[in-house]
């Protein structure tokens, strides 16, 4: 098979979460335990990171990665979902997996394919372990694709586990508390392994302290010790932003530069200085000069885009892939802040979600431009924009993202601002992105 006909392979033989939802979700490690063992167990070769959470681990595992590649390791990143092409998901030291490697890949265990009948996002993860095992890296970030517990991923050991954020997301496949969403968040926690958790939230907080002490673990919450504090608010243009950090009160990084926008990822960085610490421990070497060029770099070093990216000036046009309540929470915040005349907002959801918490905490006074994905889980944009009308969001629908995103920039005077987001999918049909 040519690569895009193994791409073709890959989306309509199998399902995938990503485009068709719970219908695609295979909760449960049997089957890849079962493709890992037939390929020689590739994940017992390989030292890892773990990231899990609602929000925040995407960022936090590229933050990672590019830090340990400025300290001269060789890195493996896994991430989900990929936001123009397949192959940005696996990726040694920023670049993304080779498309003939997945296709000979592809070619090679198809028939164990037949036999097993994994999951899509099963497939990927035994993709990522094999790759990552033949290019030797010295260390893999692999990203949690949904909850923990029941995850592909899940069948590795870890160096360390982190755990970001906590919010409601994917309820009908993780539970309607917080408690519950914790509790399968916290199935990464393995015995003996470190765990580490950016944010401390009262209402989950004995959920994670439970499951390492049944695990018998060491538990870190990151944020009461790390603090990372604006120096100089950014400029609403500016694409980094300047912090200092704290380590239990006392200077740890002073004027340190985050080459990542949103509030965010203020949240994001303890738990990531602390994972970094916890490497160090088990013999990482990690000088201070790597922590600040990969925070600063991270984008260049790792590829990274989707999170507060700019992507034009007069107008401001910000894409972001934040699709639920918390998500969506920080990015009405920070549009709030922008010194702005007026607001022109692209949005597009998937169907599952729960859309009309979402569209309350939206900002009224905005021209709203509804489109919809090219996705089968996308909510039809007529859907939308009636859904929208009935909490006071008015706007018109324009059905593709192209289309939607350039009726916005269109109308845009020079000094206001375009925002582009409510799903990944929208921010990935940006053209320019």
């Not at 295979?26 to 089957?31: A, E, I, R, S």
């Not at 919450?221 to 790390?226: G, I, L, N, T, V």
């Not at 894409?319 to 702005?340: K, M, S, W, Y």
Request: glycine fraction near 8%; include cysteine; aromatic fraction near 8%.
């Amino acid at each position: 098979m040519t690569y895009a006909e193994t791409l073709e392979y890959l989306y309509s033989q199998l399902p995938m979460f990503q485009r068709v939802g719970a219908a695609g979700y295979k909760p449960g490690l049997q089957t890849t335990e079962k493709l890992a063992a037939a390929m020689g167990n590739p994940e017992r070769q390989l030292r890892y990171v773990h990231v899990a959470g609602t929000n925040g681990k995407g960022s936090s595992s590229n933050l990672l990665a590019a830090v340990l590649q400025a300290a001269g390791y060789k890195v493996g990143l896994y991430t989900s979902p990929h936001l123009k092409e397949f192959t940005e998901r696996i990726k040694v030291n920023g670049q993304d997996l080779a498309p003939d490697y997945l296709v000979q890949w592809v070619a090679r265990w198809r028939p164990l394919f037949a036999e097993l009948q994994p999951s899509f996002f099963e497939m990927c993860v035994a993709l990522a372990f094999s790759y990552f095992a033949e290019e030797k890296v010295d260390v893999a970030i692999i990203e949690v694709g949904l909850g923990g517990r029941l995850d592909s991923t899940n069948i590795i050991t870890p160096l360390v586990s982190l755990i970001t954020n906590i919010s409601y997301d994917h309820q009908n496949l993780l539970g309607d508390t917080l408690p519950q969403i914790a509790a399968e968040k916290a199935g990464i926690i393995k015995p003996g392994v470190p765990a580490i958790i950016s944010q401390t939230q009262p209402e989950v907080r004995a959920v994670f302290e439970q499951k390492a002490a049944a695990e018998h673990t060491t538990l870190l919450f990151a944020d009461q010790h790390y603090r990372a504090e604006l120096t100089k608010e950014p400029a609403p243009d500016e694409d980094f932003q300047q912090l200092a950090t704290t380590l239990d009160g006392q200077p740890l990084l002073d004027t340190l530069t985050l080459g990542l926008v949103g509030d965010y990822q203020r949240l994001n960085l303890p738990g990531v200085l602390a994972a970094l610490d916890e490497l160090r421990r088990q013999d990482f070497v990690i000088p201070e000069e790597a922590v600040r060029e990969g925070l600063r770099d991270v984008r260049r070093l790792t590829g990274f885009r989707g999170r507060w990216t700019i992507l034009g000036r007069r107008p401001l046009v910000i894409c972001d892939t934040g699709h639920n309540e918390a998500g969506i929470r920080f990015i009405v915040e920070q549009l709030a802040r922008l010194p702005q005349r007026h607001l022109h907002f692209v949005l597009g959801v998937v169907n599952d979600k729960d859309v009309s918490k979402m569209l309350s905490l939206l900002p009224q006074k905005a021209t709203y431009y509804f489109c919809q994905a090219d996705i089968p889980r996308a909510l039809p944009a007529t859907e939308l924009a009636e859904r929208a009308a009935a909490v006071g969001l008015q706007g018109a629908v324009w059905g593709p993202v192209p289309a939607a995103v350039a009726a916005a920039r269109a109308a845009a005077g020079p000094d206001e601002v375009v925002f582009i987001g409510g799903s990944t999918f929208v921010v990935a049909e940006i053209e320019e992105l």
